[in-house]
Each structure stands twice: as C-alpha cells, then as structure tokens.
C-alpha cells in the first residue's frame, strides 16, 4: 500500500494535515540540501559574526 493510504485511515486527517506534513517535509529537505552543499569557509565567516 502507499503511504498515503495509511493517513486516510486515520480518523480526523484531512487535507490541512497533509499539506502541513508537506511542507514540513520540503522545509526539512530543503535544509538538510543547503547545508550539506554549502562550503565550511561560509559556515566560518557566519560563525564569526555575533564576535566583530
């Protein structure tokens, strides 16, 4: 079965939930791409910031 057979079973869900889970997904995925693809010199350079 698909995963979105499993959510309809569930008794309340409606779509206000499936969107929210979508865009949490897409915001957590989004992230987790930008930070693995972003060069440490630039996470530095953030870093030192609050200390100038």
Same mark, same amino acid.
């Given at each position: &079965?698909?995963?979105?057979?499993y959510l309809?079973?569930?008794?309340g869900?409606?779509?206000?939930?499936?969107?929210?889970?979508?865009? !949490?997904?897409? !915001? !957590?995925?989004? &992230?987790?791409?930008?930070? !693995?693809?972003?060069?440490?010199?630039?996470?530095?350079?953030?870093?030192r910031?609050?200390?100038?």
């Amino acid at each position: &079965m698909k995963f979105i057979h499993y959510l309809e079973k569930i008794s309340g869900i409606d779509v206000y939930g499936m969107i929210s889970l979508s865009i !949490f997904v897409l !915001f !957590f995925v989004t &992230m987790l791409t930008w930070v !693995f693809r972003t060069k440490k010199s630039i996470f530095n350079e953030i870093s030192r910031i609050p200390l100038d």
